[in-house]
């Protein structure tokens, strides 16, 4: 997609999103949405067709996630309810806050059970998004919107492995 200034709006624009201040920003936005397409992510996914909506995992704890984090089911659940109360705001690639997709459903799996195309783990956190935005639908279809992140800062530590 290309990128353009949408000289109405005043704002530069990816795609059907004219929503960002600077060109530098639209670039950015751009090339995240194709950040790591090629890594094989096993992800609970589900997609509705005639709604528009794309359901997945968001954060699942007790095990490594791609930053090489782990998160207890507690910290899990808090940081569901917490996006929920202090946020509920739909965000692309961690860069720009948009109103092209909107948070229908969010909630911490009480049981493990078959969804989609994998498993929900009891404990997992869960979102269903109703896209709006053609070009982010149209990604989401062919696969290349393939998840969700929280994108939270936190207080980290390291654990070491008494076995090596």
Not at 115 to 133: A, F, K, P, Q
Request: with cysteine; charged share 25%.
């Amino acid at each position: 997609m290309p990128i353009k200034y949408n000289s109405k709006k005043k704002k530069w624009c990816y795609g059907n999103q004219c929503i960002y201040n600077s060109r530098a920003k639209a670039v950015a936005a751009s090339k995240a949405i194709h950040v790591n397409k090629n890594d094989v992510i096993d992800v609970v996914k589900s997609i509705d067709e005639d709604q528009r909506l794309f359901t997945c995992c968001v954060l699942r704890p007790d095990v490594v996630d791609a930053h090489g984090d782990i998160y207890s089911k507690e910290t899990v659940e808090k940081a569901a309810y917490d996006f929920l109360e202090y946020s509920g705001q739909g965000n692309l690639m961690h860069i720009v806050n948009t109103d092209q997709v909107v948070v229908v459903e969010s909630w911490v799996a009480k049981s493990t059970y078959d969804y989609g195309n994998g498993s929900v783990i009891e404990g997992d956190w869960m979102m269903t998004l109703h896209i709006l935005d053609d070009g982010l639908w149209d990604l989401a279809k062919a696969g290349e919107l393939r998840g969700l992140s929280v994108g939270c800062k936190g207080a980290c530590e390291d654990i070491i492995d008494e076995e090596s």
